[in-house]
């Protein structure tokens, strides 16, 4: 029985806060499969404010978490929406070649 546990243990990911925590495993966590919701809501939210903004508003304009004005808005939300997206998609394959593995 101790043996059992013992293998669950290092089975378990490492703590973001432990001392062994390195780039490598961030890049795992961030890569895994894990996040493929989250990135793909956050993607699909991110497209909806870009358009809001890039077509329905007179000066696009954004006040959190800094007060930012027209193009700027536009390359920002661009940008984010090229890191959600790229992250979202990493994740679905991931994803799809465990669920193939099995």
Not at 56 to 71: C, Q, R
């Amino acid at each position: 029985m101790s043996e059992h546990t013992e293998v669950e243990r290092e089975e378990r990911p490492a703590s973001i806060f432990s001392e062994s925590y390195d780039a490598k495993q961030f890049k795992k966590d961030m890569t895994s499969g894990q996040l493929r919701w989250l990135a793909t809501i956050l993607c699909v939210a991110n497209a909806g404010l870009l358009a809001f903004d890039f077509f329905f508003s007179e000066e696009p304009e954004m006040h959190f978490p800094v007060h930012l004005k027209g193009a700027v808005v536009v390359w920002l939300l661009s940008a984010t929406l090229l890191v959600w997206s790229s992250l979202a998609f990493v994740n679905w394959k991931n994803w799809a070649a465990k669920r193939r593995a099995r």
